[in-house]
């Protein structure tokens, strides 16, 4: 009897969210079957609680424990962790968790870079009237985004308190990231990648955390749709010039011409 095809495992994402990104992007890489469950935030918890019997994951210091990504495997073990993810798809891949030097690296960037990037976009996003009911319109299915229009202001108003959507939160999170991209910028002077001459999940992780900061686009590999950057107003696309002009923010477009698309057998 012939082998079907695979089951693919189910990953429950909030569509444009960085670490759903890295998730989406380390199961690309090595071809493993999934189907994609996009929502918008709050409505993501919602289906991360109905999907893990109310359990959900265990919370840190950049979530709550319903958080996204989620992995729900085909043999019905969940991962609750965008670096368990990436784990679980490199695991053939004795090369693309090297060292403790890039564990720490994908440690480092989840705990600091994504809140700081997420942080600096929800910021922006809550400047430009409509944009996010249109992230809705083009992410996720018809009937979730109409349910989220009616939620806005709900969750702008959750949001600005889970976030700490403050001025100086702002300041804050903007002068944290230019030092992560200084730091990265320097880690770079004498070698190709993060931690020397080859791709590693510290590479992936940087890049895919700081594709906000880059508004990419699906043309450049990113896995969902953000904010046109034309739409934006100069403050925002200012900052977006600033992180694509970088040294580090280069070498994350780099990265993402070179390896987003690569799929290895
Ligand atoms: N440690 C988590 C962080 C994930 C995370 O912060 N996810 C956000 C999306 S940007 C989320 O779903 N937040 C909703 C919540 O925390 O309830 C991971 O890397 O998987």
Redesign the pocket.
Known sequence: MSEGKPVPHRLIT?AF????E??RWALDRYAVPYREEPHM?FV??LA?AVATRGRGGA??R????????VLILNDGRVL????D?VRFAAHRDGSFFPSGEVTELVDHY?DQL??YT?LLAYWHLGRHSGMIEQLAADNVGRREAWLFKRIVPLAGSQLTR?LNLTESGHDRALARLRQELDDAASRLDHRKYLCGDQFTAADLTFAALLAPGLCLTPEEGFGAILPDRASLDDEAQALIREVRTHPAGQFALRVYAEERRRVLP
């Open positions: 909030l969210s960085h670490y759903n890295k998730a935030p993501s918890s991360v919370a840190d950049a979530s709550s424990r319903y958080s996204t990504p609750t962790d965008s670096t993810i989840g994504g809140p997420r889970a």
